[in-house]
C-alpha cells in the first residue's frame, strides 16, 4: 500500500479504514492481550509481505498517552536491544453501550453505572536482546506490593505504603501503576499498553476463534460461561468470559491467570497458523482489531514497531513463554487491605534478575500432581456428623475453622450413623481444593458429586484423628519458583 507523491496513503474500503468509522471509546479489558496484539502483530505484518504501509495505516488508530513516569529515580535500564512491556486490562467500562455490556456478559444498563477504572490484568512482557523469545509474566492483581509516595488527586503529597498492586492503577492511573512495577520488579518498564473489552473479542473472531480443550465442564454463571468438557472452539464473546471466569475453582485469581495464559498460548498459536498468515483477509481483521484497541506511551513510535517486527520474524510459539511471579501465600492477610497475595520474595527476585540481566528464566523441577496449591482460607466446607458421636460435628467444625478453613454454617447431622472413615465429598470442578483437604484429613476418603459447587462437604467417621495444618504452595501451572513452562507452541488442550 504505497504513499502517492502527494503523501497521502491508499483508501482503504470504509470498513476497514479506522478513520471512516465513528472513534470509539476506550473500553479496557480484564486480559492482558496486547503480547499478541502488538508483538504477533508486528511479526504478521512482517511476514505477510504487507509491509510498512499497512502498519502506517493501523498505528494511526493507536491512542497515545502519557504512560511513563517522568522521575529521575526509575531503574536503570535493563540489557541493550532488549524491549520490556507492561501490559494492562482494565476493567473500565465508560463508553461501552448497554448492548456492548449485554453481549459481552458485563451486566445490565449503561456503563455509567460502573465508574473509575480498575487494573485486572498486568503483564511484564520481555524480549530478548537476542530477539529470539519473549517472556510474559503475569503478577496478580492482588499482589501485596509498596506503592510508591506520589501526588493525590486533590494535589496533596501521599507517602509511600504498601497495598494490592490494582490499587495503584486505580489511585494514580498508568504512570503510578508503571512506578509500582518498577519498585517492586527492579525492572525498568520501556513501554506501557492497554487493550480493551470490544478489542478482545474483536481480535478472536479476526482470526476465526481459537480451540481450548477441558477435561471437564466449565460453569461460571458470573462470567456467563458455559463450556462442555473436550475441546471447544471458542469465539470473542466466548473467549472473553472464559478468561474473566474466577469462580471455576477455589483458586480464583491464580487459576484464572492459568486459563488466561492457555488462552494466549493458544491464540498465538492460531495467529501463526498458515489459515491466518497465508490470507490477506485473515491479517487485515486481524491488524484492524488489534492495533485499533489498544492504547499506548508515547515513546512507542512506528519506526520502533517496524524494527521490532523485522526483530522478531523468525519468533515461532515455542520462543513465546508464559510465567506468573512465583506466590509464597495466596491468601495473606496483612490487615486493613483484605486478603492479597504475598510474594516469594527470593524466588521472584531470581525471576526478574533474569530478566534485568536478560539471561534465560531458570527452570524448577517439581511434582504439579502432588503440589497442594489453595489456601484452606480459599476452601469453603460444611461438616456433617456420621458417626452418632455427640458433639463430634461441632468440634470437627472449630478444628476446620482454626486451622484457616472457611466452615459453612453449624455442623448437621449426616444421614446415617455408624460410619468409621471420614469422607471428603468434593466437585469435579474443584480437584486442586480437595487436594488440600486430603492434605488436612489424612485417611479421610475422596467421593466425587458432579454437581456439589464450591462447598465441599466432610462426612465425619468415628476414625476422625484431628485436622492438619497446611500451607499452600503454588504449582508451576499457576506461580511458585517453578512456574513458567507453558509456551505458545504447547497443545492448547494440555
Not at 507523491?5 to 472513534?23: D, I, K, Q, V
Not at 507492561?86 to 455509567?112: N, Y
Request: proline share 6%; aromatic share 4%; net charge positive.
Amino acid at each position: 500500500m504505497p504513499a502517492s507523491p502527494a503523501g497521502e496513503h491508499t483508501r482503504l474500503p470504509p470498513h476497514l479504514n479506522p478513520r471512516s468509522a465513528p472513534r470509539r471509546a476506550r473500553r479496557f479489558a480484564r486480559v492482558g492481550l496486547t503480547l499478541v496484539a502488538s508483538t504477533a502483530a508486528a511479526v504478521v505484518l512482517v511476514v505477510s509481505g504487507t509491509g510498512y504501509g499497512l502498519l502506517v495505516w493501523s498505528d494511526a488508530s493507536i491512542e497515545r498517552i502519557d504512560a511513563l513516569p517522568a522521575t529521575s529515580d526509575r531503574p536503570p535500564a535493563n540489557a541493550h536491544d532488549s524491549t520490556t512491556f507492561l501490559l494492562v486490562g482494565s476493567d473500565a467500562r465508560v463508553g461501552m453501550s448497554s448492548a456492548d455490556l449485554k453481549r459481552l456478559g458485563m451486566g445490565k444498563g449503561g456503563a455509567d453505572r460502573v465508574s473509575g477504572r480498575r487494573a485486572d490484568t498486568m503483564l511484564l512482557v520481555h524480549v530478548s536482546s537476542r530477539h529470539d523469545s519473549i517472556t510474559a509474566i503475569s503478577l496478580p492483581r492482588d499482589s501485596y506490593v509498596v506503592i510508591p509516595a506520589h501526588e493525590g488527586t486533590d494535589g496533596t503529597a501521599v507517602p509511600e505504603r504498601r497495598n494490592k498492586l490494582n490499587a495503584a492503577y486505580a489511585i494514580g492511573g498508568p504512570q503510578l501503576a508503571v512506578s509500582t512495577v518498577e519498585l517492586s520488579t527492579g525492572v525498568r518498564v520501556d513501554h506501557y499498553v492497554e487493550v480493551d473489552f470490544l478489542g478482545f473479542a474483536e481480535l478472536v473472531d479476526a482470526v476465526g476463534g481459537v480451540d481450548i480443550c477441558s477435561p471437564t465442564a466449565l460453569r461460571d454463571r458470573k462470567a456467563h460461561l458455559n463450556l462442555p468438557a473436550g475441546t471447544s472452539r471458542l469465539d470473542g464473546v466466548t473467549g472473553l468470559a472464559y478468561v474473566r471466569a474466577r469462580n471455576i475453582d477455589a483458586r480464583a485469581d491464580l487459576g484464572r491467570i492459568e486459563r488466561q495464559q492457555r488462552f494466549l498460548a493458544a491464540l498465538v498459536s492460531r495467529l501463526t497458523s498458515t489459515d491466518v498468515l497465508l490470507d490477506p483477509r485473515s491479517l487485515v481483521r486481524f491488524l484492524d482489531a488489534a492495533l485499533g484497541a489498544v492504547r499506548t506511551d508515547r515513546d512507542l513510535t512506528r519506526t520502533e514497531m517496524v524494527e521490532l517486527a523485522t526483530q522478531l520474524r523468525h519468533i515461532a510459539g515455542r520462543d513465546v513463554r508464559f510465567r506468573t511471579v512465583p506466590i509464597a501465600d495466596p491468601s495473606y492477610r496483612p490487615g486493613g487491605v483484605g486478603a492479597v497475595a504475598l510474594w516469594d520474595e527470593p524466588a521472584a527476585e531470581e525471576m526478574f534478575a533474569a530478566i534485568r540481566h536478560d539471561s534465560a528464566p531458570p527452570r524448577k523441577e517439581g511434582s504439579a500432581a502432588t503440589a497442594v496449591t489453595v489456601s484452606p482460607a480459599d476452601i469453603r466446607v460444611r461438616v456433617f456428623n456420621a458417626a452418632g458421636t455427640s458433639g463430634l460435628g461441632a468440634r470437627v467444625s472449630a478444628d476446620l475453622a482454626e486451622r484457616g478453613f472457611d466452615v459453612s454454617g453449624p455442623a448437621q447431622n449426616w444421614r446415617r450413623t455408624g460410619i468409621e472413615r471420614t469422607v471428603i465429598r468434593y466437585d469435579a470442578r474443584y480437584t486442586e481444593s480437595v487436594k488440600t483437604l486430603a492434605a488436612a484429613l489424612p485417611g479421610a476418603a475422596l467421593e466425587k458429586v458432579n454437581g456439589l459447587g464450591r462447598t465441599q462437604q466432610i462426612v465425619v467417621g468415628s476414625a476422625y484423628a484431628g485436622v492438619r495444618a497446611v500451607v499452600a504452595k503454588p504449582s508451576p501451572g499457576a506461580g511458585g519458583a517453578g512456574s513458567g513452562d507453558r509456551t505458545a507452541a504447547d497443545d492448547p488442550c494440555g
